[in-house]
């Protein structure tokens, strides 16, 4: 792959010198790779369904999957931090959202499905860029979508990066009916506090504390506990991620969480999956 790479040229910065270390090469491989990808149509979306208490699947969210004729399925935790840190998210972010909301579309003329929500993972760069907003409102416009059913999910630490841009541009979304829901709650630096102040509609929170909240610790449950109870305080809506055992989901349940993600339920999976996985569930 390195030798190919080598050979589509065109990009300045390439110069593998013998002193650069494996890793350094690989990340340089691993970024020429992915700026072909959206073209060469190795990417792909998954989707993992959202319930509700009574079993009910309330939404998805879009999980992005890549997968390369060599390096075969490239894990978002590895190249999503590489296209944030070089720029290319703004490009494949963009395909995200775009199928995202054409499958949104799609959805909206079939009862069965035309209630569900889509969450998009947003990130910095994405959200920071000028036209962000415009963006969204393009793409409400083209797929003629139900601005309610899309979700914008963000990191605290995007929010707080830059608090007072972040919130402005959340307001002029919300204004467009788009919702915002805030990813992996409680892994950042903010205070608990500062949630009163982001016009978050959801919080997720993360699976770190779904699974350490049920090891066996009471004392960890009490941050759970504490979550929740600030996102009941402020009105929004809680998700709990990660949840994987029947033990967690009645934990939660019992601190007052009704909507639930993971792998109990099912996991992320192409749209064909999806659907029947679904279909089989309101039988
Ligand atoms: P995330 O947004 O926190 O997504 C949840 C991750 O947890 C997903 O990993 C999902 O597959 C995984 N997961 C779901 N249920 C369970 C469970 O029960 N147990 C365990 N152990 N894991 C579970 P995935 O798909 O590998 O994505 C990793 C991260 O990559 C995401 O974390 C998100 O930060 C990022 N990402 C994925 N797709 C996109 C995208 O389209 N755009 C952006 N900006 N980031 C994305
Ligand atoms: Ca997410
Ligand atoms: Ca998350
Ligand atoms: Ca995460």
Not at 59 to 85: D, K, M, N, T
Not at 99 to 113: E, G, T, V
Not at 259 to 283: M, N
């Amino acid at each position: 792959a390195l030798s190919q790479a080598k050979k589509s040229g065109g990009n300045s910065l390439v110069c593998f010198s013998p002193a650069m270390t494996e890793q350094i090469q690989q990340r340089y491989a691993l970024e020429l790779a992915l700026a072909n990808a959206v073209t060469a149509n190795q990417l792909q979306l998954h989707y993992q369904p959202q319930l509700a208490d009574s079993g009910d699947v309330i939404g998805v969210e879009a999980l992005l999957r890549w997968q390369h004729p060599e390096l075969g399925a490239v894990s978002p935790a590895q190249f999503i931090p590489l296209a944030e840190a070089n720029g290319q998210i703004e490009k494949i972010g963009d395909w995200v959202l775009q199928q995202a909301c054409a499958q949104l579309q799609q959805w909206q003329h079939d009862p069965q499905f035309a209630r569900l929500t889509m969450s998009v993972n947003i990130s910095a760069r994405q959200f920071y860029l000028p036209e962000f907003v415009s963006i969204i409102q393009h793409y409400l416009q083209h797929f003629q979508l139900a601005p309610e059913l899309l979700i914008l999910e963000l990191t605290e630490s995007l929010v707080l990066a830059n608090l007072d841009d972040a919130v402005a541009k959340m307001e002029q979304i919300k204004q467009l009916g788009v919702r915002f829901s805030m990813d992996d709650f409680g892994t950042g630096y903010s205070s608990l506090s500062y949630l009163s102040r982001l016009p978050f509609d959801e919080v997720k929170i993360d699976q770190y504390f779904v699974r350490s909240g049920s090891s066996g610790n009471p004392r960890d449950w009490v941050i759970v506990d504490a979550i929740i109870g600030i996102a009941d305080t402020y009105g929004m809506t809680l998700v709990a991620e990660g949840v994987e055992t029947e033990m967690q989901r009645q934990l939660l349940l019992k601190s007052g969480c009704r909507c639930f993600q993971g792998y109990l339920f099912a996991r992320p999976a192409d749209i064909a999956a999806t659907e029947s996985w679904i279909k089989s569930q309101s039988r």
